[in-house]
């Protein structure tokens, strides 16, 4: 399934990985406060490429007025 970056919630994205550093930096991994500032000022193509690095399934993101219908 090929995926278009203007297809995904780019922002919703943001979000979700600034949540998932900052847990990150509380839990195990001062690193993380780093790799935090690089979400908050990457573009949306760096979003994607961080997303898929820590394994995120981007077809979770797809924007809902692109999501296929099954019946």
């Known amino acids: 399934m090929d995926i278009f970056i203007d297809d995904i919630d780019i922002k919703r994205l943001r979000k979700d990985l600034i949540d998932y550093y900052t847990s ?8 993380a ?3 935090l500032t690089k979400v908050e000022k990457a573009s949306d193509k760096e979003i994607v490429d961080i997303a898929c690095d820590n394994k995120f399934d ?13 019946w």
């Open 24 to 31: 990150a930096m509380f839990i195990a991994s001062p690193i």
């Open 33 to 35: 406060i780093m790799d």
């Open 58 to 70: 981007l077809r979770k993101y797809i924007k809902t007025s692109k999501r296929l219908i099954k």
